[in-house]
């Protein structure tokens, strides 16, 4: 079992940068792809990017270009460096650790992107 814990969020202003973290304790991390989702109010939650056991990586179209997910597998840790902010980048980002016979998922963190 993997539990996951969020932090990072904050406000800051468009144009900003964030880097969010996701810590995870348990065993076989490196077993895992790991994933940053975010829900913004009235929305559902959606994909922002996905990495995979050997560090492939997948985003989506609103993340390309602005958004990098890494993972650190001796220190257990997957991070979402996000620059160039905007106001619908507004949400709770969570992170979700996904293999077989196990899908974990994060309280969140609150990115709130407003002058």
């Known amino acids: 079992q993997v539990q996951l814990e969020e932090s990072g969020g904050g406000l800051v202003q468009p144009g900003g940068s964030l880097r969010l973290s996701c810590a995870a304790s348990?065993?076989?991390?490196?077993?895992?792809?790991m994933g940053w989702y975010r829900q913004a109010p009235g929305k559902q939650r959606e994909l922002v990017a996905l990495?995979?056991?050997?560090?492939?990586?997948t985003y989506a179209d609103s993340a390309k270009g602005r958004f990098t997910i890494s993972r650190d597998n001796a220190n257990f840790t997957v991070y979402l460096q996000m620059n160039s902010l905007k106001p619908e980048d507004t949400a709770v980002y969570y992170c979700?650790?996904?293999?077989?016979?196990?899908?974990?998922w994060g309280k969140g963190t609150l990115v709130t992107v407003s002058s």
């Open positions: 990495i995979t056991s050997v560090g492939s990586t």
């Open positions: 348990g065993s076989n991390f490196g077993a895992y792809r």
């Open positions: 979700n650790a996904l293999r077989y016979g196990g899908n974990y």
